[in-house]
């Protein structure tokens, strides 16, 4: 598949994700607090890119690979970080939401990427599955 096309896919489950961990924070919240919620509703969104990235828009179809998880969550881990880090940096020095927005455009395409080129990377028609994930 097309980089581009990818992209728009990589987009539209990001957008998913956002969904998800909205709706998901909303329900927890109220029993869980905000901290705790928020932890549960970004890693109810986190799964859901895993799956629907993996799936649809990386179109993998081998067998899910414990490295690949891993290789996921510290992508996302270390963007979420580095995201953070960036507001931090920026904040004061531009007005709040244009660095909101900097650094969430940063952190799609090197999301996107990392996810292309590292997580979901082709490893060849050797290790496919012989059963339907």
Known sequence: MKA???FIRFGIVGIL?????FVVFLIVQPFLGSVLGQVVSY??????????????????????????MIRF????????????LLLHVLDGRI??????????VLGVFVNYFMSRKWVFR?????????TPE
Do not use: C, H
């Open 43 to 68: 890693a109810a969104g986190m799964l859901n890119s895993y799956v629907w990235n993996r799936r649809w828009t990386f179109q993998r179809t081998t067998r899910r690979d414990p490295a690949e």
């Open 95 to 104: 007005p709040l939401i244009a660095a909101k927005l900097a650094v969430t």
């Open 17 to 21: 994700n956002t969904a998800v961990d």
């Open 73 to 84: 969550a510290a992508v996302n881990i270390a963007i979420a970080g580095l995201t953070a």
């Open 122 to 130: 082709d490893q060849g028609q050797n290790r496919a599955s012989t």
């Open 4 to 6: 581009p096309v990818q």
